[in-house]
């Protein structure tokens, strides 16, 4: 069955980085599309980025040129580098993985918190 794990976050200070990683299992990697959904206190899920088959990259305008999404060097990761934190990335972020070809397919990860406070 489709696994997804997510690792990598904590606490840390305005300004400072962290590195999300999300390890896939069960599915043809490279024919999904993967993406990063947060989930902060008392909000909707929003997505935060996605990296498509093709290698093609989408942000949400709140985290543009400041993440970055990409498939990772290990087998079966896509990584989110997040840069320039601020206490509004707050949140429990997911790790998704689109069905190639039924779109309406989604598979998510159990979450990792995010935790921006100085």
């Known amino acids: 069955q489709v696994q997804l794990v997510e690792s990598g976050g904590g606490l840390v200070q305005p300004g400072e980085s962290l590195r999300l990683s999300c390890a896939a299992s069960?599915?043809?990697?490279?024919?999904?599309?993967m993406g990063w959904y947060r989930q902060a206190p008392g909000k909707q899920r929003e997505l935060v980025a996605t990296?498509?088959?093709?290698?093609?990259?989408s942000y949400a305008d709140f985290v543009k040129g400041r993440f970055t999404i990409s498939r990772g060097s290990a087998k079966n990761t896509v990584n989110l580098q997040m840069n320039s934190l601020k206490p509004e990335d707050t949140a429990v972020y997911y790790c998704?993985?689109?069905?190639?070809?039924?779109?309406?397919?989604?598979?998510w990860g159990q979450g990792t918190q995010v935790t921006v406070s100085s």
């Open positions: 998704t993985a689109d069905h190639p070809i039924v779109s309406t397919i989604r598979w």
């Open positions: 069960g599915i043809i990697f490279s024919s999904y599309a």
């Open positions: 990296i498509f088959s093709d290698g093609n990259t």
